[in-house]
């Protein structure tokens, strides 16, 4: 067995942990559900009616699932996903959440237009294997695409940050 | 509440003082699109006269750069208010009002008030009408409310817009004043209440002139009167006989209730006294057009409008009006 | 017949080159609209608004500035399919039910087929309402106005019963999945009594769940997480790109022609009401699933599951124009700006629009043909470009499309906080897929479920209390009466067929 094919967790873990986020949720609803009052008023249902039953119907839902996964036997011992797959995963999420937080944070947010930029050449770059001659073009060309899109054709705001405002754009 | 009252004092003489002491010489003037957001969905009145105040500005070419309109009607309006609230010191924001500037923070809690603002100018007050069915027999308000009478208590399906909000107060007070209960039933804007109407799923509105006069016209609903103390000075026909002005007050047939609705333009806190003065005189300007003469006329609406101090006034005393509306309806948030 | 001469005059007006040019202006223009999640038809309309009134001001103006914006609104509804079919995003709601058999379709390598049945799926429901709204648009702004609380209710009821069952995998998974939906469609202020409901004093809460965050996360970047881990590219890069499977296309659409009328009546009904376009489209999916006989291989891509939901979706939006322009109420947001446009043209929607502006209420209509005419050229001719958008390579288009998500999360409502809940929507996304928790059920119920609620909660307010406001009248009757067949259907069918073994035997 190669290294990237050992299992990081099982599917019967997977399963557990997802039945439980929803029995968690499903418990969360139904507690606020209760304190704006679940009951049939004299005039129809109040405001947590639908939402506590739905919570109630979750945790049921999520109970039989975490039944289920418990009793999955042969099957639940299989990979929910693999190591060498996991990495390519993570290899294009981690970058993504950097490039959400650089868009806008309280310290250096580069605006939507120059963290595209270098989203796309970072991943062109180290997924893609390219160089220079193809990113700049490509990097330059959608963001200015999408520059005139939204903000001067169709007067969209996007987040900006410095650059747009060194052009006066801010 | 003394204290509310003191900060609002301190608050409207600062207004004055700047206003006193404005520089007319090196005018400030917006150097990027200016947001003018509008605390609630498309369609409604705030809405619609967002969208003819950006069509008048872009269509005369009142200013250089350009206005967009941006929605933010999530959580009665919270959403937008929040926003501007958030922007403190950017001269590119404007933010249209109606009543859920008063209602939202005092019925859910949610930590915004007009104080968090820079009052700018009133540009109208919204009038409302009680309309019901044209195949109601009712024809005056009188008549309309021994009809409730006869029905029961809760017999009678009001119609309005949204919780807690304008429509339900009225519909408060006109329960208190006629000693009646309506079953109010909350939609979410003007237009699809006027058409419940007109379909009979509820038996009366308290619509906006605006919002039914198309109806009117068309001879599917009946005005019985407007909650001002005065009637719509508007003479022209609407329909084949009656104009504005023929719909007689409510006062005149003994309902004292009377409720107008702000349609005024704020920004942000912490702007300059001349970023307050651009915004000032490009409303003035809008209100010149025709445009905006024609659709005050159609929309029937007060034309009362305030700048500087006496707007701040304006609002401070709706607010406390609307606090006591609120309290006497028991529509308060807990804690408020 | 004086509708057709008045159509005939409407021709008139909106037939001139000048005209014609602005036809093909607008729907290229909405088709890139409808392309971008960040951008929807209400923002195209908006921002020419400005523009068609000094158009206005010419002789004949104000049917040219109308067929501009009305084209800019048909090129949207085009475009929305588009990356629906190739990357499973959908650029506006109503398409997200044609990315259960497009993308599909896309991935075998069909994608030029499954645009073309899209679009022109399209053209015909958006033709069927035309003619609707065309010869007997009195009697249904009439109809219109029967519906009040009770009726939506049964409405939205019906959608989910046409669609509940069609969902794969597990019962309780779907059940999670589907309550999921609902509980996230709470969230928010509560239109009835106005109290904040599961908000938890969290201030970006308080504008809710918005059903495009949910939908571009969970289906566009999950996809393009599971893409990833069975390695950097799309399947379906093969797609061949001449316009010779627009024609091998079209000889397949004939045998759906059952489908298509289903989904047209379905649609023209939801417009009208207006019940929307999105639910439309996936009440019309349901019922063509439980109806076609190939309808278990729904899902795995068949050309029949694209007709469907385009049909529908184009059929309502189109008739979602009659209601604003005869009651001025809206049935989409960008048909509000356009009544904001009409206020402003000094021409007031409502009963009398009809007879008051004959001139422009017939150059619109006629521009409703002509528009979607111009509107399926533009796109038929284009399906090899757009197919051949595939075949770019994975690690250019992947971050361009997770841009694309970005951008159309933050315009939703200019918050970062919404950027990064679709990051949160789209690993679970990932995970929902591995471990066969069926999306579907959950967009349908966030995109329904506050509706429903309202609507139920307003019919037991005005019937204080009594359930059975829900079969007070034949109509109401009817529509929940279909609905609990739809839902009992299968015990239904499983216990004749039963009886009828046992006769047999």
Not at chain 1, 24 to 30: E, L, R, Y
Not at chain 1, 76 to 83: D, E, L, N, T, Y
Not at chain 1, 112 to 126: C, D, E, P
Not at chain 3, 494 to 502: E, F, P
């Amino acid at each position: 067995m190669e290294e990237g094919d050992k299992a990081v967790t099982s599917l019967r873990a997977a399963e557990v942990v997802m039945a439980g986020l929803f029995l968690v949720f499903g418990a969360v609803v139904m507690w606020d559900s209760q304190r704006l009052g679940a009951a049939w008023g004299s005039d129809g249902p109040q405001a947590g009616y639908f939402p506590f039953y739905i919570g109630l119907f979750i945790v049921i839902a999520s109970g039989a699932n975490l039944l289920q996964a418990f009793r999955m036997g042969e099957k639940g011992a299989h990979a929910f996903v693999k190591r060498g797959e996991l990495r390519m995963v993570l290899a294009v999420l981690f970058p993504t959440v950097v490039y959400v937080a650089l868009i806008a944070n309280p310290w250096f947010g580069l605006g939507i237009y120059v963290a595209s930029a270098l989203y796309i050449a970072w991943f062109m770059w180290r997924l893609g294997g390219y160089g220079p001659v193809k990113i700049v073009p490509v990097c330059l060309g959608v963001v200015i695409f999408f520059f005139l899109m939204f903000e001067i054709w169709f007067k969209v705001p996007l987040p900006k940050g410095p650059l747009e405002a060194a052009l006066g754009f801010s | 509440m003394t204290k509310q009252i003191l900060s609002t004092g301190l608050l409207a003489a600062a207004v004055a003082t700047t206003f006193s002491f404005a520089a007319p010489a090196l005018a400030w003037e917006p150097t990027k699109n200016v947001e003018f957001i509008v605390p609630a969905g498309t369609g409604g009145g705030a809405d619609q006269m967002a969208r003819v105040i950006q069509s008048i500005i872009a269509k005369n070419n009142l200013m250089k750069q350009s206005m967009v309109v941006i929605n933010k009607g999530g959580g009665a309006g919270a959403e937008g208010f929040l926003d501007v609230k958030g922007s403190k010191g950017d001269p590119h924001k404007i933010v249209i009002t109606l009543s859920n500037l008063f209602t939202t923070p005092m019925a859910t809690g949610v930590p915004f008030s007009w104080k968090d603002l820079t009052p700018v100018r009133m540009m109208a007050l919204d009038q409302f009408v009680l309309w019901v069915n044209k195949e109601n027999p009712a024809k005056t308000p009188k008549e309309f409310l021994e009809q409730m009478k006869k029905a029961g208590p809760g017999k009678t399906k009001m119609g309005g817009t949204g919780s807690k909000q304008e429509d339900q107060i009225i519909t408060v007070a006109i329960e208190k004043q006629a000693g009646v209960k309506f079953t109010y039933i909350p939609y979410k804007g003007g237009g699809e209440v006027a058409t419940q109407l007109v379909g009979k799923h509820v038996d009366s509105t308290v619509n906006n002139p605006i919002e039914a006069v198309a109806q009117w016209r068309a001879g599917n609903l009946r005005p019985l009167c407007v909650f001002d103390d005065t009637r719509m000075p508007y003479k022209a026909k609407v329909t084949a006989d009656m104009s504005w002005a023929d719909i007689p007050t409510c006062k005149e047939s003994g309902l004292t209730t009377d409720y107008l609705m702000l349609r005024g333009i704020f920004m942000p806190g912490g702007v300059t006294a001349d970023q307050v003065k651009y915004y000032v005189d490009l409303m003035e300007k809008v209100r010149q057009t025709p445009e905006w003469k024609k659709f005050m006329e159609d929309g029937a609406f007060n034309q009362t409008a305030l700048t500087g101090k006496e707007y701040a006034d304006w609002v401070a005393s709706a607010e406390k009006l609307h606090y006591g509306l609120m309290k006497e309806a028991g529509f308060l948030a807990p804690g408020k | 017949m004086q509708e057709i001469q008045s159509l005939i005059g409407g021709f008139a007006i909106a037939m001139s080159w000048f005209n014609l040019a602005l036809m093909f202006a607008g729907v290229t223009l909405g088709v890139l609209i409808g392309v971008l999640p960040g951008l929807g038809g209400a923002n195209g309309v908006a921002i020419l608004l400005p523009l068609t009134f000094t158009m206005a001001q010419q002789p004949g103006g104000a049917t040219s500035a109308i067929i501009l914006l009305s084209c800019i609104y048909w090129g949207a509804l085009f475009g929305g399919a588009i990356t629906s079919i190739l990357f499973n995003i959908p650029g506006e709601p109503w398409s997200v039910a044609t990315t259960f058999d497009g993308y599909p379709l896309s991935q075998q390598g069909r994608a030029g087929a499954a645009l073309t049945a899209a679009f022109t799926s399209s053209f015909i429901g958006a033709l069927v309402a035309v003619l609707l709204i065309t010869f007997i648009s009195p009697i249904i702004a009439r109809f219109a106005l029967k519906f009040g609380p009770p009726e939506f209710f049964a409405v939205y009821l019906l959608t989910f019963c046409a669609f509940v069952g069609m969902a794969k995998g597990a019962a309780f998974k779907t059940i999670a999945a589907m309550m999921a939906g609902f509980a996230l469609a709470a969230v928010g202020i509560d239109t009835v009594t106005g109290q904040l409901r599961l908000t938890f004093g969290f201030m970006e809460l308080l504008k809710g769940f918005d059903f495009l965050i949910a939908v571009i996360g969970l289906f566009g970047i999950g996809e393009i997480l599971l893409t990833i881990e069975e390695g950097l590219e799309f399947r379906g890069a093969k797609a061949r790109l001449n316009m010779k499977v627009v024609l091998e296309t079209w000889k397949e659409l004939p045998r759906y022609w059952r489908t298509s009328v289903r989904s047209s009546a379905v649609g023209c009904l939801m417009g009208i009401v207006p019940g929307g376009a999105t639910p439309a489209s996936f009440m019309a999916y349901g019922l063509a699933k439980r109806v076609s006989k190939d309808g278990e291989q729904f899902g795995n891509g068949k050309v029949e599951g694209v007709v469907a939901p385009e049909t529908a979706a184009h059929a309502a939006g189109t008739s979602a124009l009659l209601p604003m322009l005869t009651l001025g109420v809206p049935g989409s947001p960008t048909a509000a700006v356009l009544l904001g446009g009409l206020l402003i043209w000094g021409l007031q929607p409502g009963p009398l629009l009809f007879t008051e502006q004959k001139d422009f209420v017939w150059g619109l209509i006629a521009s409703m043909y002509l528009g979607n005419i111009v509107g399926l050229i533009v796109v038929l001719t284009c399906v090899p470009l757009f197919a051949s958008i595939l075949r770019v390579p994975f690690s250019i288009i992947a971050p361009v499309i997770l841009v694309i998500c970005a951008i159309g999360a933050y315009t939703v409502h200019s918050s970062m906080f919404d950027v990064w809940l679709m990051l949160v929507f789209g690993v679970l996304g990932y995970v929902f897929k591995k471990l066969n928790y069926p999306m579907a059920p959950l967009v349908l119920a966030l995109v329904l479920g506050d509706r429903a609620e309202d609507s139920f909660r307003q019919s037991v307010l005005g019937s204080q209390g009594d359930l059975l406001v829900f079969f007070s009248n034949p109509l109401v009757g009817t529509i929940t009466g279909a609905a609990l067949l739809l839902l009992f259907w299968p015990l239904l069918s499983g216990g004749w067929s039963a009886l009828r073994k046992r006769a047999a035997t």
